[in-house]
């Protein structure tokens, strides 16, 4: 059989005029849940969960995402005991949160049922039992209505989502509204974090920047930060909020004292893949492009418009 | 959900430099068996049947293929009763020769299980009740050494099979030595067809010409032809080789005869899609470019070697 | 330098879904004109002239395109001295239109003098003298005003244009009124032919049957034909109107006297590359889905609306 | 004219089964040297140099790949003067050399004509004037023999090449006798700086840590660092060798400490477009994934077999 011959790619695009096509190996599920394409497959990535056509998570370098949204928050909040997640359909998210010896709670509420039995059934390893954890709450919903039916409180809430796109189903959840809304479900000294897109040259502009913008107008301090996530083509983007200005927000501890804190933290600190201590003084710096772009930044992303709003 | 966003499609190499990409809607199957990849898919062309990255059989239009493959050989045989075919394993090829009345038994083997039952499970449109027939007689095994360990003959033997490339498993079966012994294996009167590979202006003498000269060293007769198949992405080749010379070869009817013979031949007559009695006289006319390539073709495909001898 | 390595590559969307790959392995020319965008490469097809993204003419097969679009129509004209070409810019159309002896003038008006530039620059071997000839009158403008602001009449009008897509700038030239406007500047005996589009299996039915449709609808005698062209992907399709009912359309000529009448009329009859006589009763002669098709089309192409009447 | 039509694409294998596709708007050279494809196209990347069918320099970032490769360096030795910079062809390297004010002489090295016509010809924003100032020593030729054949000592050496692919041209100017060898042309505490290929989760350790073990045993220091670069579709590293062991080696500077060097030694500070003192930072911070790589890393680069010997 020669190699040459035809072969199955996934072909995402990036931006404008640009894509990165994969090799498919392998398609372990293809699907159309209520609410977008749920796609699971090998390649040379690993396995690989594409939801509406964008790359969600690959076995290869899934941990780097995952470390960058979750560690950073829970590690601002001492002795974080009760976390929400919204989205995380595949399980990593809960995974890393569990890695914390504090949690006695992680509530995570996804809108999709398929996405949550495509990930239990094939990605396994991405979970890596969170599912079957007694400190899971799974809870198969809209996470925005299943925080304003309830008057519970967190320690850090995790919004793991789609990007806000215009006509996509999560731009709601990245408007100063709801951001409002979420100050007011943090405990005390409580932190909110959110994926925030991609934060290379071309890409940083359309939800990185606005949504650190937005957040400096609800939180009182905002730390915005980027690791590179292969499979995900670019730099990637994450905001970090705070209900009160930390004392050491994230990027200030010296690495001996960040790794001090994951092996304090954390029940198997010895597995950290990417954001250890050293790793995160670069993870926390921004370049000077990015720091120029958000240093620019007007835009708030406002409910009533579902418009980014120049101010 | 954005139709711009990422997709999967298949990528078929077609000649150097030249490609098409067709999009998958759905992959029902994938695996690899002992002899090849195979997978079977949902695409623009309707279920796809591909095998080591070179699509086989598409619902779109492989009726254009199998009536073309199946149909001249049989109306060449006033009452074929014995028909053998060499491949063929999604079963269409099958499923054409059994619409004719004269049939008794259909021999077919094909050596690949994991096709055959893909075929079945995913492609029962393609068989059409072929593999239930009590007419048929199914054998999964290498089809040249099953002829060879018969005395059998036949009264069309039929040859399904992929292209003789260089390395690939079938070359054996388009050798001067085989076509003398397929002979052999007709009764009196009995015909010889076999899928001949592209037949267009770029890849015709790739296989079409070299089979059509190899026949002719060994036939009294033989007819070539081709017929589109948009699915293939070129024209597509076929030789038809007499055991003796016909009084009417394929293309010598006219239109009402030809019509009349499927008329009297066919089970279901007025069900041909696509190879009635006027497409025939287009099927059997060969343009001046193909004409031109035959006359000056001169290589005999030898078993020996492996390779092509020119003479 | 390692093959394998990134390749510029030129890609055609064929149908929905599905689309063609071509190497580029070298770019002469890339230019937007007025109308269109105009490039000229180098591809495994040899030099390929495209217009908006779509393939026109390459050196591998333009030949069979071309034959196919004039000689039908010259041959129906006896003595054929006036011909109009709309369109035509590469200059292949006129280059076999003055292959026949009997022609006096060949008037083509094509719109786009960056085509015209471009391809007296880089395609010679297309127009193979064609626009230095004494007999050519090259027009730049628009033939449907051309047309309107004479009185001159011809005995073969050719439309050699791109396809009537809905937002496309050539709709208005595959109307009703248009083709009735044609019939009279046709001379006694005229006729008029144009190329429409693909007629393949999935594609036949986008232009080439409404095209069909609406010519018959207006002239007394349509004939249909159609050849596989490698390059476009597909069989190609082509109308060709009589004003008058002829004794001997285009297809029921006998090979031997097609063949006579290409000696007769052709200055160099050695020379066809493609429809010999043989080659004019297969290209002739419809398949069974095509006259279907045909038979089943109710379209007419109205100016009024600028798209398809059902009637 | 519809978006939706036919493009040029520019394809870029990255690692096996991974492509990068840029959409190609213009082309504005295409041709083969002795040594390599040349190409310069417009994409959305801007002016883009791909040599071989690799990337070489974008408008968009070139500056990012820029700064890192030479500013480290030239930041190294208090009081540069004389510079060389093997390859580099298209003068962005030269430029960025030229805005160190202490900077007497830059000898640039390029073996290729071809590549350093086309540069001045059409991308001169990447040059930026550097081809004719008056420090300018521009050699063509190759950088090895001109090396060897001289006396010269130098600050700063920059090798600005292709990758040391197995079968490449450049293999040997990663060796460890070719490094022994620049260590010999260095003035005392001069430094020698080389880009060194992906630095990403996959592609890290095919160039980047065997360079880095190679110059590690030869160079009394060695830091490794690396970047985003977008459009090279990885983290991008970069070794910078001390002939001496630094007092403050590259990362050691705090951000001001940095920034005042870039004001002291820059005509032009103001213009830093990446590279600034925080920046630095995390440029010179390796993540957990290629400090491990690193510290695994067993492979020297020898001359003599012109492959890895594993030690």
Chains 1, 2, 3, 4 share one sequence.
């Not at 094939?122 to 400190?135: I, T, V």
Request: glycine share 6%; proline share 5%.
């Amino acid at each position: 059989m020669s190699s040459n011959l035809g072969k199955l790619w996934f072909v995402e695009d990036q931006t404008e005029g640009v894509s990165t096509s994969l090799r498919v190996d392998q398609v372990l599920f293809q699907g159309k849940s209520e609410f977008q394409e749920v796609d699971v497959m090998r390649t040379p990535y690993g396995l690989t969960l594409v939801l509406d056509g964008k790359i969600q998570s690959c076995e290869l370098d899934e941990q780097i995402y995952h470390e960058c949204l979750i560690h950073p928050a829970m590690l601002a909040v001492e002795d974080a005991k009760q976390v929400f997640i919204g989205g995380g359909g595949e399980g990593a998210s809960a995974r890393e949160v569990l890695r914390f010896k504090s949690v006695e709670r992680v509530t995570m509420v996804d809108i999709d049922p398929v996405v949550l039995r495509t990930s239990k059934e094939f990605l396994k390893k991405h979970s890596a039992g969170a599912f079957e954890s007694p400190r899971m709450n799974l809870v198969v919903g809209d996470c925005k209505a299943y925080l304003e039916q309830t008057t519970d409180k967190y320690d850090v809430i995790i919004m793991d989502l789609a990007d806000p796109l215009p006509d996509g189903p999560c731009w709601h959840l990245y408007t100063k509204k709801w951001f409002e809304f979420l100050l007011t479900r943090l405990n005390p000294g409580g932190v909110f974090v959110t994926q925030s897109g991609p934060a290379g040259v071309v890409a940083m502009r359309d939800v990185f920047t606005p949504v650190h913008h937005t957040l400096r107008s609800v939180f009182p301090a905002v730390v915005p930060y980027s690791a590179h996530v292969l499979s995900f083509s670019d730099l990637y983007g994450f905001n970090l909020a705070y209900s009160q200005a930390p004392k050491k927000p994230f990027g200030s501890l010296t690495p001996a004292e960040y790794d001090a804190q994951l092996s304090k933290r954390l029940s198997d600190p010895e597995k950290i893949f990417f954001l250890d201590g050293l790793t995160s003084t670069a993870v926390a710096t921004l370049n000077k492009l990015q720091r120029n772009a958000i240093a620019a930044e007007t835009r708030l992303i406002t409910e009533d418009t579902g418009a980014f709003l120049y101010v």
